[in-house]
């Protein structure tokens, strides 16, 4: 694939990864007496021999747009919300960050289920490590402050279809860190995240336009009138 020089997608592959193992029992429920504490204590440290959380990432820049879609380097993403999110900000990052194969790869050879539910957790970790090196760069290299996410599939109006669209942008990167996509558009390892971020002086997550009740992963509160107030699409008289 070939991809001009400019827009050549950077790789964050020395990432390092130090599990919080106060956080782990936290959610995991193993309390300081447990039995079950060096065993998790064990495994954590063998986690740690393994892992190599990674991430891609590329700079693009908004060309033009419609009503709900967008055009960034040449491609077309339909989406009424990053059409709006994007209308200040004037560029995006792609990107895809993973627990890395290394951490996956280990956690397959483990049979015991109450470990392989540990495992899990430690690569949620692993994955946390990852985007906030990402994060981190993006705000030091572009110098901005405020930063903020979309994914594809977090709301119906960028659905995970759009996914092979997200890795296209990113050429042979996501396979140089060893996550591809499947047939429905899943990403393996299941612990990657992919999508953009762009600079924001109103921080935004998809959380805040998702009515889900009891989700693990909610970053803010659902906002009921937000999506009427700033992306629906203002009604003109015929
Ligand atoms: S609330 Fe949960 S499901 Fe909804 S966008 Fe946030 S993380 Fe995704």
Redesign the pocket.
């Known amino acids: 694939m070939s991809m001009d020089q400019q827009h050549i997608p950077d790789i964050i592959g020395s990432i390092s990864f130090k599990a919080d193992r106060r956080q782990l029992q936290r959610i995991l429920h193993v309390r300081d007496d447990s039995r079950y504490l060096p065993m998790l204590m064990d495994l954590v440290d063998e986690a740690e021999n393994y892992a190599r959380p990674k991430a891609v990432y590329r700079e693009a820049y908004v060309e033009e747009g419609g009503e709900d879609w967008v055009a960034l380097d040449g491609k077309r993403f339909i989406s009424r919300i990053m059409r709006v999110n994007l209308e200040e900000a004037g560029r995006a990052f792609f990107f895809v960050a993973t627990c890395g194969r290394e951490l996956e790869e280990w956690s397959l050879t483990i049979q015991d289920i109450l470990e392989k539910f540990w495992a899990d957790a430690i690569k949620e970790m692993a994955l946390a490590s990852a985007v906030r090196a990402l994060e981190e760069q993006l705000r030091q290299r572009f110098q901005i402050s405020g930063i903020s996410a979309m994914n594809p599939g ?2 119906a109006d960028w659905p995970l279809t759009a996914q092979p669209d997200v890795f296209a942008m990113l050429g042979d990167a996501p396979l140089v860190i060893g996550v591809t996509l499947t047939q429905s558009c899943a990403m393996n390892p299941v612990k990657s995240v992919s999508g953009i971020y762009f600079p924001t002086v109103t921080s935004f ?3 805040q336009l ?1 009515p ?1 009740e009891n ?1 693990r ?3 803010a509160p659902f906002e009921s009138e937000l999506f009427e107030k700033r992306y629906q699409v203002s009604q003109k008289a015929g």
Do not use: F, Q
Request: proline share 0%; hydrophobic share 20%; aromatic share 0%.
């Open positions: 977090s709301l997550a998809s959380c998702c889900r989700c992963g909610r970053k």
